[in-house]
């Protein structure tokens, strides 16, 4: 019985494969549709342990609909693969405000406002993971002491010389040029930055150095969308 199943899936199948106008079936187009045979036929081979033995007519029936919803279920997650990515995308960036969401195609990164009222963006800078707080106001990338230093920079050997105002009042900065600064997958390279000088900044900022290289960046609700 088991092999007489596979053969008319595999039947089925191959008669999607070279109809050119059969038109679709549950909004699958034929190559769609035939793809989906072998999966099918794995679910039936795993399913033939449930008729192996002898079992009631009742628990027969039960299995053969858990096997039947199973297929239906991927059917549907294939079917609509596409909107469950963006659907996927939404929830992590839900959850994961600092998350870009990036359409690869239109090269944008989209980014959730955090509870905090902010836009703060996950970034790697010289190939760091450093969290940038996005601020049109400041003219430059400004990177805190210990985020600089996690950038690879040698804190050590900055002259910190730069009058520039913080959150904590006037402090001062040095000027460095950073090698790559990345969000969302958008890449720049050899951008002017600052380095605060040791406890004068808590958190780093997405400046101007950054931001001006973009096509657009724009705030619309609690959406901040950066186009490269």
Known sequence: MLFVGVALLVAVGLALLVSA????????????????????????????GAFSRRQKFSTIIANFGVWAGLFVVVLIGYTYREDLKDLAARVVGELSPTTAIVDSENGTATFR??????????????GARIPLLFDTG??????????????????????????VMTANGT???????????EVGGIARRDVRAFVAEDGALQ??????????????????????????
């Not at 406002?113 to 010289?126: I, K």
């Open 113 to 126: 406002r955090g509870l905090d009222g902010h836009f703060t963006v996950a970034s790697t800078v010289n």
């Open 171 to 181: 402090g001062r900065a040095a000027l460095v040029k950073l090698d790559r600064v």
């Open 203 to 228: 958190g780093s900022l997405l400046g101007m150095t950054f931001l001006e290289t973009l096509s657009r960046y724009s705030v619309a609700g609690d959406k901040l969308e950066l186009a490269d």
């Open 21 to 48: 106008d059969a038109g679709s079936w549950l909004g699958l187009t034929q190559m769609q549709f035939g793809q989906l045979i072998p999966l099918v036929i794995l679910a039936i081979i795993f399913a033939a």
């Open 138 to 163: 400041a003219s430059a990338v400004v990177l805190s002491y210990r985020d600089a230093a996690q950038a690879g920079i040698d804190v050590r050997d900055l002259s910190f010389t730069l009058p």
